[in-house]
């Protein structure tokens, strides 16, 4: 059993490794890297031919032929690439068209471009106007064909019509729109090196260049048909590219075109051969590595580029220029929002309405400003700005919510906690208006400190009622309060006088007050000239003075001060008296009632 076992260990082992080195070989062919979905409108990816590219780690770089089906693309690629046509891509001999989407060599060629190792890859385009196709999926092919590439091959047979010149309307919009240049740096990435290759016997006298520059030139309009203008704007804006075209002639390989795939080189014409070679070196020297956004891209970068562009050319039911800028600019501006978000949660919420938006602006400036860095696009791209505006807008106003319900939970705390010190003070054991004053002076200070944000000023006008009433209420029960409280305490020194210390002048001084208070000021002071007195100012500033000062706080300490003397008279009576007699210095009560003083005889 263990033997059979190893066995079929041993047996999966050499299966996997077959099939890793079938798969190597297998790399020899063409494979979809995209193709039409069912409809035959929009596109979709091919995982095939992804997989080829993923495992590529040097940069990338693509070369593209495009142009009317039935006009040699694919035998024009099997040619640059020195292979059959029963090894290389497939050419078709019957009126429908062989390649459908497009696709990819697998074996990419290496080559050394500025000292950098680059593998390039050969792709092939389904051929436009072909049978059961609309316009619509012949633009896709165009314009996805247009920004892989580094070098695109536009294969036209014989000459150069107003229909091909109007296809490039999309590749036109697209440099404009992305390879123009801003602040001297490329928008997103560089342009594909447009080729024109005219496949033809004769020129009439003229070279290919001169027949590129007479399509397009310029085409009179008088009569102000729209169509034309078009078609004249297309001419301008590749007149102005012209340092990125190239014209090039190719003559007919041989006149039977259908047994091209059975011939050699020596069976066909000389001349082609020559012109053929001279196509190979001049389209190699005019390779370049992908780049976007100033970087190379490796298999898996490209694969995620291609992903891209394909989303944004399958948006809507017409791919547009602004559709491609929206969806490669969509990444950034998640990464533009996330850091306005991201600086906008380091401040500390609640603040006030000012501050806030003064982090509002900083973070919106910062957070457009590495948008206008980073976006793709000159002219779509304003329509990705004013979204990031207003996503940022979104996530503003909810920050400004966040910062009123922070801002009313901690104003409402701390004008609980006022308000809860008020009712306090309200009720102290021993009225002091100077600790009233001082709590009072306390609370309206930390609420005006540590309140912040928008609900501050409901807040202060809530709190400046409350304290108010406070105040008011505070003083209005002050004098009556202090009255009563000076009787009570002329009452127990009377007591503590005449029963506990036994010293006639306190309780002298205590009944003197009491019959003050109970008669005097009854007398000659009403309730409302009782607080404006001089004499009653005095009284209060002294007992002020005595139950609140920065020594002692007496209302805090009035019972354990009682109690401790209370604890100290208790101990001078019972003990003191013994240990130092009977002698006093004090006027104290005689215990001895009238009798002789003398001493008895017998």
Same mark, same amino acid.
């Given at each position: 059993?263990?033997?059979?076992?190893?066995?079929?260990?041993?047996?999966?082992?050499?299966?996997?490794?077959?099939?890793? *080195?079938?798969?190597?070989? *297998?790399?020899?062919?063409?494979?979809?890297?995209?193709?039409?979905?069912?409809?035959?409108?929009?596109?979709?990816?091919?995982?095939?031919?992804?997989?080829?590219?993923?495992?590529?780690?040097?940069?990338?770089?693509?070369?593209?032929? /495009?142009?009317?089906?039935?006009? !040699?693309?694919?035998?024009?690629?099997?040619?640059?690439?020195?292979?059959?046509?029963?090894?290389?891509?497939?050419?078709?001999?019957?009126?429908?068209?062989?390649?459908?989407?497009?696709?990819?060599?697998?074996?990419?060629?290496?080559?050394?471009?500025?000292?950098?190792?680059?593998?390039?890859?050969?792709?092939?385009?389904?051929?436009?106007?072909?049978?059961?196709?609309?316009?619509?999926?012949?633009?896709? /092919?165009?314009?996805?064909?247009? @920004?892989?590439?580094?070098?695109?091959?536009?294969?036209?047979?014989?000459? =150069?019509?107003?229909?091909?010149?109007?296809?490039?309307?999309?590749?036109?919009?697209?440099?404009?729109?992305?390879?123009?240049?801003?602040? !001297?740096?490329?928008?997103?990435?560089?342009?594909?090196?447009?080729?024109?290759?005219?496949?033809?016997?004769?020129?009439?006298?003229?070279?290919?260049?001169?027949?590129?520059?007479?399509?397009?030139?310029?085409?009179?309009?008088?009569?102000?048909?729209?169509?034309?203008?078009?078609?004249?704007?297309?001419?301008?804006?590749?007149?102005?590219?012209?340092?990125?075209?190239?014209?090039?002639?190719?003559?007919?390989?041989?006149?039977?075109?259908?047994?091209? &795939?059975?011939?050699?080189?020596?069976?066909?014409?000389?001349?082609?051969?020559?012109?053929?070679?001279?196509?190979?070196?001049?389209?190699?020297?005019?390779?370049?590595?992908?780049?976007?956004?100033?970087?190379?891209?490796?298999?898996?970068?490209?694969?995620?580029? $291609?992903?891209?562009?394909?989303?944004?050319?399958?948006?809507?039911?017409?791919?547009?220029?602004?559709?491609?800028?929206?969806?490669?600019?969509?990444?950034?501006?998640?990464?533009? $929002?996330?850091?306005?978000?991201?600086?906008?949660?380091?401040?500390?919420?609640?603040?006030?309405?000012?501050?806030?938006?003064?982090?509002?602006?900083?973070?919106?400036?910062?957070?457009?400003?590495?948008?206008?860095?980073?976006?793709?696009?000159?002219?779509?791209?304003?329509?990705?700005?004013?979204?990031?505006?207003?996503?940022?807008?979104?996530?503003?106003?909810?920050?400004?919510?966040?910062?009123?319900?922070?801002?009313?939970?901690?104003?409402?705390?701390?004008?609980?906690? &006022?308000?809860?010190?008020?009712?306090?003070?309200?009720? +102290?054991?021993?009225? *002091?208006?100077?600790?009233?004053?001082?709590?009072?002076?306390?609370?309206?200070?930390?609420?005006?400190?540590? &309140? @912040?944000?928008?609900?501050?000023?409901?807040?202060?006008?809530?709190?400046?009622?409350?304290?108010?009433?406070?105040?008011?209420?505070?003083?209005?029960?002050?004098?009556?309060?202090?009255?009563?409280?000076?009787?009570?305490?002329?009452?127990?020194?009377?007591?503590?006088?005449?029963? /506990? =210390?036994?010293?006639?002048?306190?309780?002298?001084?205590?009944?003197?007050?009491?019959?003050?208070?109970?008669?005097?000021?009854?007398?000659?002071?009403?309730?409302?000239?009782?607080?404006?007195?001089?004499?009653?100012?005095?009284?209060?500033?002294?007992?002020?003075?005595? @139950?609140?000062?920065? =020594?002692?706080?007496?209302?805090?300490?009035?019972?354990?001060?009682?109690?401790?003397?209370? /604890?100290?008279?208790?101990?001078?009576?019972?003990? !003191?008296?013994?240990?130092?007699?009977?002698?006093? +210095?004090?006027?104290?009560?005689?215990?001895?009632?009238?009798?002789?003083?003398?001493?008895?005889?017998?």
């Amino acid at each position: 059993m263990e033997h059979l076992t190893w066995v079929v260990v041993l047996w999966i082992s050499l299966g996997f490794l077959a099939s890793g *080195s079938s798969s190597i070989d *297998s790399f020899h062919q063409a494979f979809p890297v995209v193709e039409p979905d069912p409809g035959h409108t929009k596109l979709r990816l091919a995982r095939g031919g992804l997989e080829i590219i993923k495992r590529i780690k040097n940069p990338i770089a693509a070369v593209a032929v /495009i142009g009317p089906y039935r006009s !040699g693309k694919s035998f024009l690629l099997n040619q640059l690439l020195s292979l059959s046509c029963y090894e290389g891509f497939g050419v078709g001999h019957m009126r429908d068209t062989k390649t459908k989407g497009i696709w990819v060599w697998g074996l990419p060629v290496e080559l050394d471009i500025d000292g950098v190792k680059t593998s390039v890859f050969y792709l092939d385009t389904e051929g436009f106007e072909s049978v059961g196709k609309s316009n619509v999926y012949d633009d896709r /092919i165009f314009a996805l064909a247009t @920004v892989m590439s580094s070098v695109l091959i536009y294969n036209l047979p014989e000459t =150069i019509r107003e229909a091909d010149i109007s296809r490039l309307s999309f590749a036109v919009e697209l440099a404009e729109e992305f390879y123009g240049r801003v602040k !001297g740096q490329d928008v997103a990435f560089e342009p594909a090196k447009l080729l024109w290759l005219i496949q033809r016997d004769f020129l009439q006298g003229k070279t290919v260049q001169e027949m590129v520059d007479e399509a397009l030139r310029r085409v009179p309009n008088t009569e102000g048909d729209k169509n034309i203008d078009q078609v004249n704007q297309i001419r301008d804006s590749l007149a102005t590219m012209g340092d990125n075209s190239t014209a090039f002639s190719l003559p007919q390989p041989h006149l039977q075109r259908t047994k091209l &795939c059975d011939m050699k080189d020596n069976e066909l014409d000389p001349t082609y051969i020559k012109r053929r070679d001279q196509l190979k070196q001049l389209v190699a020297s005019a390779i370049r590595p992908k780049i976007v956004q100033g970087k190379t891209l490796n298999g898996k970068e490209f694969v995620a580029f $291609l992903e891209q562009i394909l989303e944004a050319l399958n948006k809507g039911e017409i791919p547009s220029t602004g559709s491609l800028v929206e969806v490669f600019n969509k990444k950034i501006l998640e990464q533009c $929002l996330k850091l306005y978000s991201d600086m906008m949660a380091k401040v500390g919420l609640p603040l006030s309405e000012q501050s806030l938006q003064e982090a509002h602006e900083r973070s919106r400036v910062l957070s457009m400003r590495a948008f206008d860095d980073q976006h793709f696009g000159r002219h779509h791209a304003k329509k990705s700005a004013i979204q990031l505006e207003e996503e940022i807008d979104k996530v503003h106003k909810n920050i400004i919510l966040v910062n009123e319900y922070r801002s009313s939970k901690l104003c409402e705390s701390l004008y609980t906690r &006022c308000e809860d010190k008020m009712d306090q003070l309200q009720v +102290l054991r021993l009225p *002091s208006m100077a600790k009233f004053n001082a709590g009072f002076l306390q609370c309206n200070q930390s609420f005006e400190h540590e &309140c @912040v944000g928008p609900s501050k000023m409901n807040y202060e006008q809530r709190m400046m009622k409350m304290l108010g009433k406070s105040r008011t209420l505070f003083i209005k029960e002050y004098n009556h309060r202090l009255f009563n409280w000076l009787v009570a305490f002329s009452l127990v020194m009377v007591v503590v006088g005449r029963f /506990i =210390i036994k010293f006639i002048l306190i309780e002298i001084a205590a009944w003197v007050m009491f019959i003050f208070l109970e008669t005097y000021t009854r007398m000659f002071w009403s309730a409302e000239t009782l607080y404006y007195n001089p004499v009653w100012h005095f009284i209060v500033a002294t007992w002020e003075t005595l @139950v609140y000062n920065p =020594i002692l706080d007496l209302d805090r300490w009035a019972i354990p001060i009682i109690l401790l003397v209370a /604890i100290f008279i208790l101990y001078w009576r019972c003990y !003191g008296r013994r240990k130092h007699g009977s002698r006093s +210095l004090l006027p104290l009560y005689s215990n001895q009632k009238g009798g002789s003083t003398h001493s008895r005889t017998d």
